[in-house]
Structures are given as structure tokens and as C-alpha cells.
């Protein structure tokens, strides 16, 4: 008998078959996962060749789908409890969905995520538009590609591409295989991805019902936030300042990107399902 839906937004360069295993965790313990392939990934792209490419407001557009799949799950599912578990580019929809006045979720589950603003950001999307007027949309930017995630790899010397997301060497080889994993983005892809900045306006985070539960997990060797968790510190820090009642916090020793397909994966499903299972019958069904 189902307790209560969990709406999975996975990350870039993948796609949500990925998380048949957690997925199914998840159903054997009573909750209905509703998880599709991001725009511009997977299934949903119209083809291979156009696996991360994507013309508009990217960013806008994702955070619009899980609005829908949202009412879709109150609609088919109105006495279960919505969650919604972001990884890494999934997490930041999860945390700008938590901002929208008509999603009212019973839970946040945030992975591999950290916080986004940085005068950085602002640097690189306005060097992105450039190379996006100039190169084009659809061109795959490979430079930062490499900026980016091949730099993520040199932390890890000798264990070659993608290394970076998991200590699990056998996990790694699969992503490296799948050729639905690892595809180069477009320009056009970055530039939305890159607009953060309505997210942390003041205007936008006193939207977040402050009773939201919230789980941030990370791990400790994550790339994404230096290789210290500083990124989710800071976020967890940043949740708590707002005043929200119940953010939690876990940094995995040890650990990189990709919590479910890491060594210690089961701790994590463990810890996802205790977050869950702690909200189910708190008040009433969002």
C-alpha cells in the first residue's frame, strides 16, 4: 500500500533510469517515485545527438515540469504525501521549487547540491552568452566541459573520466559506457543553467514555507563543493538564517558525487528513508 510520492529530478548529463535501484528501494517501502528524464537528457531529448542541447530558459522550463508533475501527483495520488529529491542539477530545481507558491511539499531532499551564489557564476554566464552568440546555441561547449569536470578529475590522479562522481570504480565504468551519460552540453544548455540569480533574491527565499523539512546530503570528497562540503555548509547555513525549523544536514567521509551509486549507498538510502518515514504523519497532506 503506498505511504507517499517522491518526485526524483536527476542530473545533467544522465538520465533517470539510472535510479532504477534506488527506485525500487523506494517502492519496496511503501513510496510511488515518479522520475523522468530532465529536458535536453535521456529519453526526453529527440534523439542521442541531442542530448544536452536546449535553445531556452532551461533552468525556467525544468522547474515548470516538476510544478506539473507535482499537481499530476496531487491529482492521482491526493492522500500521499509529496516529497522531492534533487540531485545535483536536480537540486537546484528542488531548492527553486520550494520557492514556488503552488507547490506545497512535505519534504526536500537535496543531493550533491551546494550553494550557488558566487560572484563567479555572474562571471561565467556573462562569458557563456558571449560563446553562445558566437559558437551558437547547439554547438557543445567542450572547453567547459573540460573547465569544469576535468578538473573535477584531476582531484582523483590515475583513475581516468568521470571519476570524480563515485568511488565506485564499477559504477564509474557504467557511466562511462552508457551513451546517454557524459554528453558534452551545449552553450545554450549552460547559459540558462548558469542563471541562479533569482533563486537567492530575498524576494525568492521568503517564499520557502519556513516549516519545510529539508535534508541536504553531500560528500565529503565532492568536487562540487571544493572537496570540504563547504557548498552545503553554506546552504544549510543559509536555510537556518531564513529561520526554516527543520534542515538537517549529512557529509558523507570520504564520499564524491553521486551518493546512490556510491560504496556506502545503502547508509544513504537508509538516511533518505528515515527523512521520509519521519514526515509521513506530520500534519496534514500537502
Excluded at 543531493?111 to 556573462?126: E, H
Excluded at 570504480?169 to 548558469?194: H, I, M, Q, T, W
Amino acid at each position: 500500500h503506498p505511504r507517499g510520492v517522491v518526485l526524483l529530478a536527476h542530473g545533467m548529463m544522465e538520465h533517470a533510469q539510472r535510479y532504477t535501484h534506488f527506485a525500487e528501494f523506494l517502492n519496496a517501502n511503501g513510496f510511488v517515485v515518479i522520475a523522468p528524464d530532465l529536458r535536453a537528457f535521456g529519453k526526453t531529448a529527440a534523439s542521442l545527438a541531442e542530448n544536452g542541447i536546449y535553445e531556452g530558459d532551461y533552468f525556467g522550463d525544468s522547474v515548470r515540469d516538476f510544478c506539473d508533475l507535482h499537481k499530476f501527483s496531487r491529482q492521482r495520488f491526493p492522500d500521499l504525501p509529496a516529497f522531492m529529491l534533487g540531485h545535483s542539477a536536480g537540486s537546484y530545481i528542488g531548492q527553486r521549487m520550494a520557492q514556488q507558491d503552488r507547490v506545497r511539499l512535505k519534504g526536500l531532499i537535496l543531493m550533491g547540491t551546494s550553494y550557488m551564489k558566487n560572484p563567479i557564476y555572474g562571471v561565467a554566464q556573462r562569458l557563456v552568452n558571449q560563446m553562445t552568440n558566437s559558437k551558437g546555441f547547439q554547438q557543445p561547449a567542450k572547453w567547459l566541459d573540460s573547465l569544469i569536470f576535468g578538473t573535477y578529475d584531476k582531484k582523483f590522479k590515475g583513475e581516468g573520466r568521470s571519476a570524480w562522481l563515485s568511488r565506485d570504480k564499477a559504477e564509474v565504468e557504467r557511466y562511462r559506457n552508457d551513451p546517454y551519460c557524459g554528453v558534452v552540453s551545449s552553450y545554450g544548455f549552460y547559459r540558462s543553467l548558469l542563471n541562479f540569480n533569482e533563486m537567492y533574491k530575498n524576494e525568492s527565499l521568503a517564499r520557502i514555507p519556513r516549516d519545510l523539512p529539508i535534508l541536504i546530503l553531500a560528500g565529503g570528497e565532492d568536487q562540487i563543493n571544493g572537496g570540504t562540503g563547504a557548498g552545503a555548509r553554506k546552504l544549510h547555513s543559509m536555510y537556518q538564517t531564513l529561520g526554516l525549523t527543520d534542515v538537517q544536514l549529512r557529509i558523507y567521509a570520504g564520499a564524491r558525487h553521486e551518493l546512490i551509486n556510491e560504496l556506502n549507498k545503502e547508509e544513504v538510502y537508509g538516511d533518505i528513508l528515515k527523512f521520509l518515514e519521519r514526515h509521513l504523519d506530520e500534519g496534514s497532506t500537502p
